[in-house]
């Protein structure tokens, strides 16, 4: 092992002990609440002169203030299958039961959540096809949530014919 890979095991140390001490930064969070505005915290690692990693912290709260949230955003992927006129989207939600799962179309969006035990999961997906809502068929099996729309073709004929007088 060289000396820079040391560097590099010292500063992912220090980096990553920040962030298992979960109960300690909602206490503390919580405490100095007068925080407004969009909070955020990172890091920047570039190698100096002298060939040695420098690591730099910037943002406008400390590691141990960061937010966390109890919800997952689950991973999703929207499929158009022109062919088969259908909008699939694709959810991975491991760790929750076929029960747990609660869809809800509305408007242009798909809310899916589901909950169970310690795993939660949310989110909004926004769907930008004319589908039939009462077409929705859903499956869940091995933490993949898959859900099939109808597309609705546009038979409107666009514009408008004028006639000249």
């Known amino acids: ?7 590099f095991d010292r500063i992912f140390k220090r980096m990553s002990g920040s962030f298992f001490d979960i109960d300690d930064i909602f206490e503390e969070f919580k405490k100095n609440d007068s925080n407004t505005g969009p909070i955020y915290y990172g890091y920047t690692m570039t190698v100096g002169p002298n060939g ?3 690591l730099k912290e910037y943002g406008n709260v400390k590691p141990r203030l960061l937010p ?3 919800n997952r955003e689950p991973i999703v992927d929207v499929i158009v299958d022109e062919k088969e006129k259908q909008v699939k989207l694709v959810a991975e939600m491991p760790g929750v039961e076929k029960t747990d799962v609660k869809i809800l179309v509305q408007d242009k969006f798909v809310d899916i959540s589901a909950e169970h035990g310690e795993k939660k999961y949310h989110t909004k997906v926004p769907i930008n096809y004319k589908v039939d809502e009462n077409s929705a068929k859903a499956s869940y099996k091995n933490g993949i949530l898959e859900l099939v729309f109808k ?15």
């Open 1 to 7: 092992m060289t000396m820079f890979d040391d560097e």
């Open 52 to 54: 040695k990693p420098v």
């Open 68 to 70: 966390t949230s109890d």
């Open 151 to 165: 597309l609705i073709e546009d038979t409107k004929p666009k514009g408008k014919k004028v006639e000249v007088e």
